[in-house]
């Protein structure tokens, strides 16, 4: 008897060990550095809230802790469409002024992996520039860095709070330098092809209601023709 | 005594890796893709939108109908006409696979526009684009500009209508929108 719960308490103490193994990886990427920082083409740049209260719209399929805003929005419950989420942003530039219109869905995406940090998540801008046109942009980005350095702390705090200040870039693909792809619709974009990434900064999270101050910032780069126009 | 707890840590550590390599974290619901063979190459496939209950968002600044009530639509003077809709996307047997939506605006100063951005989870997302004037025919002929995951190598058209007339009266549907897009994939190049 003793050797099987010898056995048991070992086995528990090795899934244990594996998962914090797993959860403080220290090969896990931590990318602070935008690979568009050196790029020598013009860029356009925007921000938005992440706080979904100071959202346009937000929805989820209202089993989350965030709640959706307005309150009376449709949920996305049905199963093909439970695993996404979307967000209707309005769009400003670094003083704060209005630029834009952004739609953005976010499905959690297959080709997550845990065992290799990567929380990844598909997601797709649909956006709005008055006086400039419209774009697309396709993104795979990877939520492990906020899971384990805000979401987890705040759920392990006796507060239920985190309060810090983070600050990642998001988007891992699906380009091969790990830059987002961006498709010109209207306008001044229009035919235009190019490239994105998108970093989220947050200062405070509460695992009772979600993100409570954060901000998310997306660069483009610009091709030279598009430039001109602007 | 010890042995037997190496022994289970090591069957600990390797049950948890296989556990976590094995079992997908993240398996999205999938709904058959409801698609027709088009006789000149490339396929066919329709998207329902059922009026009203499929719509998630009207956003047009200086209406009183915004939708969903609460909804604090961004002023006139910055987005102009822009008129922003969300919907539920069904496919042809009225099952919700995806969501998408459309932005329009007759006055752009860049020239108008209407799109589409059609997002279908564990499939891909298109991004559409409409011509304006809608056909002869009364409906618009668009064209699909990108694609991701399932969608990323086809090229190809779309046709947006509008129904209003229903033979079934017990739907308690008061219109829908039907996209119907025919696809075909690119040739890959010849080494």
């Given amino acids: 008897m003793k050797y099987l719960v010898s056995l048991v308490i070992g086995m528990l103490f090795g899934a244990t060990l594996f998962a914090a193994g797993m959860f403080y990886n220290p090969f896990a990427e931590r990318q602070t550095v935008s690979p568009l920082a050196m790029s020598d083409d013009e860029h356009l740049d925007f921000n938005y809230t992440a706080v979904p209260g100071e959202t346009i719209l937000y929805t989820d399929n209202g089993e989350s802790i965030i709640s959706t805003h307005p309150d009376r929005v ?3 419950w049905e199963p093909a469409i439970v695993d996404t989420r979307i967000a209707v942003n309005l769009l400003t530039d670094s003083r704060g002024k209005a630029m834009g219109l952004g739609i953005k869905f976010s499905t959690d995406s297959e080709q997550t992996r845990l065992i290799s940090s990567q929380a990844l998540v598909d997601s797709v801008w649909h956006i709005y520039l008055p006086g400039r046109g419209t774009l697309q942009v396709h993104q795979v980005e990877n939520f492990w860095s906020y899971l384990r350095e805000v979401v987890v702390p705040a759920r392990w705090s006796s507060g239920d709070s985190w309060k810090g200040s983070f ?11 790990g830059t987002g792809r961006v498709t010109g619709g209207t306008g001044n974009f229009s035919g235009m092809s190019a490239e994105a990434v998108e970093s989220l900064t947050a200062q405070a999270y509460s695992a009772i209601d979600g993100p409570v101050s954060m901000h998310g910032s997306m660069t483009i780069t610009l091709p030279a023709r598009v430039s001109e126009d602007d | 005594m010890l042995k037997t707890f190496y022994f289970g840590i090591a069957l600990g550590l390797l049950g948890a890796f296989a556990l976590t390599y094995s079992v997908p974290a993240v398996d999205l619901h999938r709904e058959p893709s409801l698609i027709s063979v088009r006789q000149n190459g490339g396929n066919s496939e329709t998207y329902r939108i059922d009026l009203p209950r499929d719509r998630i968002l009207i956003g047009l600044a200086g209406v009183d109908n915004a939708l969903p009530a609460g909804l604090d639509w961004p002023a006139e003077e910055l987005f102009g006409d822009l008129q922003t809709e969300m919907f539920k996307i069904r496919d042809r047997n009225g099952v919700v696979i995806g969501v998408a939506s459309r932005l329009a605006s007759a006055s752009e100063a860049t020239g108008p526009f209407i799109e589409w951005t059609v997002h279908l989870p564990a499939r891909g997302t298109v991004y559409l684009q409409m011509e304006v004037a809608p056909s002869a025919e009364g409906h618009r002929n668009g064209r699909l500009m990108a694609g991701t995951g399932g969608f990323e190598k086809l090229s190809g058209t779309v046709i947006e209508q509008f129904i209003t007339e229903f033979e079934d009266e017990d739907l308690n549907i ?13 040739l890959d190049d010849e080494e």
């Avoid at chain 1, 600050?167 to 330098?177: D, E, K, S, V, Y």
């Fill in chain 1, 167 to 177: 600050f990642r870039i998001m988007t891992q693909g699906p380009n091969a330098l």
């Fill in chain 2, 174 to 186: 008061d219109a829908r929108i039907e996209l119907i897009t025919a696809f075909v994939g690119q």
């Fill in chain 1, 74 to 76: 449709a949920e996305l």
